[in-house]
């Protein structure tokens, strides 16, 4: 399974963003998805997911509801809504696959998208 995620860029304190994870190869449907960042100098951070099956999301309690993730099966792609963002949200964002069914590990994870940078100016 191939990820493309996309739909960084530079955005203002506050404002929000849409991440997209496209899957090429394999339906996302067999398959949790997560959300990942990381930043420079930081370790890989778990933010949300999609389950496996029931595609209940699941996320970090650090975000606060920030951040919100959605999938599309017929599109084959899962979404990271990002609101309010903040300077330290700043981070290459990543999508990644899991036949578990739920995970916040990055190590539980066994194909990752090439990442969307975004950077957030205060």
């Known amino acids: 399974v191939q990820l493309q995620a996309s739909g960084g860029g530079l955005v203002q304190a506050g404002g929000s963003l849409r991440l997209s994870c496209v899957a090429s190869?394999?339906?996302?449907?067999?398959?949790?998805v997560g959300w990942f960042r990381q930043a420079p100098g930081k370790e890989r951070e778990f933010l949300a997911g999609?389950?496996?099956?029931?595609?209940?999301?699941y996320s970090s309690d650090s975000l606060k509801g920030r951040f919100t993730v959605s999938r599309d099966n017929g599109k084959n792609t899962v979404y990271l809504q990002l609101n309010d963002l903040k300077a330290e949200d700043t981070a290459v964002y990543y999508c990644?696959?899991?036949?578990?069914?739920?995970?916040?590990?990055?190590?539980?994870?066994?194909?990752w998208g090439q990442g969307t940078q975004v950077t957030v100016s205060s």
């Open positions: 190869g394999r339906t996302f449907r067999n398959y949790a």
């Open positions: 999609s389950s496996r099956g029931d595609e209940r999301a």
């Open positions: 990644a696959i899991t036949s578990r069914y739920r995970a916040r590990d990055s190590a539980d994870y066994g194909s």
